[in-house]
T-cell receptor, first 118, second 114 residues
């Protein structure tokens, strides 16, 4: 069964600290993996998109890693800020890309809720 | 990129009534997608809104419950019909970007059914 599991479910850290969020998946065949940030009351916003051949991708203070062999990804947040408080959603896209249209078959994790405290 | 707006942003509705959610995109797109996000759950694709043809629904979702319109390449509506408290969710409109790799979401419509 195609699944995306995220951990931890929730996390509280102090401002300025680093943290790492985990995503394990069993999706096959794999097309790409995305991390989204969803602020409360808003739609998800893309942070990174990683294909099979990419191991690391950064977007400012966000760094995503992908190990396609173990089917694991992580999102590392450096020097956290209060504005980082949000849910972080891991999404794995199953090939072929044209499933259901241009988006492919997207399998969403439940997200990790991050709270950054002053 | 694509900028997506949704109306209403939130609503509280009574059981048995219907609500129509509007989605407007700032550029023409071939396909628009409707998602549901129930409390504490993952996003679930409801249907793909095709311009000029009927929407394509995912397993577990039917047209009678979630009728969709797509009158042009920048606009779509999703109606939640005969609502029950189980329909309380956030409903999100989404579009795929050029080459199908980037995905954009609207701000969502938070629906509460009492």
């Amino acid at each position: 069964k195609n699944q995306v599991e995220q951990s931890p479910q929730s996390l509280i850290i102090l401002e300025g600290k680093n943290c790492t969020l985990q995503c394990n998946y069993t999706v096959s065949p794999f097309s790409n993996l995305r991390w989204y940030k969803q602020d409360t009351g808003r739609g998800p916003v893309s942070l990174t998109i990683m294909t099979f051949s990419e191991n690391t991708k950064s977007n400012g203070r966000y760094t995503a890693t992908l190990d396609a062999d173990t089917k694991q990804s992580s999102l590392h947040i450096t020097a956290s800020q209060l504005s980082d408080s949000a849910s972080y959603i891991c999404v794995v896209i199953q090939s072929p890309m044209n499933y259901g249209g241009s988006q492919g078959n997207l399998i969403f994790g439940k997200g990790t809720k991050l709270s950054v405290k002053p | 990129s694509a900028v997506i707006s949704q109306k209403p942003s939130r609503d509280i509705c009574q059981r048995g009534t219907s609500l129509t959610i509007q989605c407007q995109v700032d550029s023409q797109v071939t396909m628009m997608f409707w998602y549901r996000q129930q409390p504490g759950q993952s996003l679930t694709l409801i249907a793909t809104a095709n311009q000029g043809s009927e929407a394509t629904y995912e397993s577990g979702f039917v047209i009678d419950k979630f009728p969709i319109s797509r009158p042009n390449l920048t606009f779509s509506t999703l109606t939640v019909s005969n609502m029950s408290p189980e329909d309380s969710s956030i409903y999100l409109c989404s579009v795929g970007g050029v080459e199908g790799y980037e995905q954009y979401f609207g701000p969502g419509t938070r629906l509460t059914v009492t």
